[in-house]
T-cell receptor, first 112, second 114 residues
Framework: ELKVEQNPLFLSMQEGKNYTIYCNYS?????LYWYRQDPGKSLESLFV?????AVKQEGRLMASLDTKARLSTLHITAAVHDLSATYFC????????????FGTGTKLQVIP | NAGVTQTPKFRVLKTGQSMTLLCAQD?????MYWYRQDPGMGLRLIHY???????AKGEVPDGYNVSRLKKQNFLLGLESAAPSQTSVYFC?????????????FGSGTRLTVV
């Protein structure tokens, strides 16, 4: 069974600082997704990582994927308050129906 | 382009009551999903459908039923609501598989069972 773990679960950081959220998964996967959720809102797609070594960047966020280590990272550069949200990674299983399993989420609070 | 629309957005039920949550998508997606979101537990898959007329159980299907009579609609039913079903429910859809685009999510239904 595919298990997805994120850490930390909660992150409070000051504006201007850098930090990384980690997403580990337990079995071979085809692809990995990062989503953002604002309080009381739906989930918004941030990144789709399709292969080993994939790196994608959008503004102050950069995501990478290491399929050999079964690890994805979401790096935050010079955080700003608007990045405060909960971030989820999600992973598909390999082969057959591509079920997506979500991590428990990382709640990010950026303090001005 | 509405994307994925969920109705209702909020609902309070008494224990034992029944209700149906409706999910509608206008993107001609094959796959549709129902998830529930509880604090500290991420999203858990309840049921999913890979096409019109098909449904399958996910991770936490007990107490729920679903139907996909039309490609664009995916209904989630609670026959006899229980307080443990208090949650936020999200519908999502995707092309044949999540693939290169992942899911498109609806805005959610906040359900409270008292």
């Amino acid at each position: 069974e595919l298990k997805v773990e994120q850490n930390p679960l909660f992150l409070s950081m000051q504006e201007g600082k850098n930090y990384t959220i980690y997403c580990n998964y337990s079995t071979t996967s085809d692809r990995l997704y990062w989503y953002r959720q604002d309080p009381g809102k739906s989930l918004e797609s941030l990144f789709v990582l399709l292969s080993n070594g994939a790196v994608k960047q959008e503004g102050r966020l950069m995501a990478s994927l290491d399929t050999k280590a079964r690890l994805s990272t979401l790096h935050i550069t010079a955080a700003v308050h608007d990045l405060s949200a909960t971030y989820f990674c999600a992973v598909t299983n390999s082969g057959g129906y591509q079920k997506v399993t979500f991590g428990t989420g990382t709640k990010l609070q950026v303090i001005p | 382009n509405a994307g994925v629309t969920q109705t209702p957005k909020f609902r309070v039920l008494k224990t034992g009551q029944s209700m149906t949550l409706l999910c509608a998508q206008d993107m001609n997606h094959e796959y549709m999903y129902w998830y529930r979101q509880d604090p500290g537990m991420g999203l858990r898959l309840i049921h999913y459908s890979v096409g019109e007329g098909t449904t399958a159980k996910g991770e936490v299907p007990d107490g729920y039923n679903v139907s996909r009579l039309k490609k664009q609609n995916f209904l989630l039913g609670l026959e006899s609501a229980a307080p443990s079903q208090t949650s936020v429910y999200f519908c999502a859809s995707s092309h044949r598989a999540p693939g290169s685009y992942g899911y498109t999510f609806g805005s959610g239904t906040r359900l409270t069972v008292v």
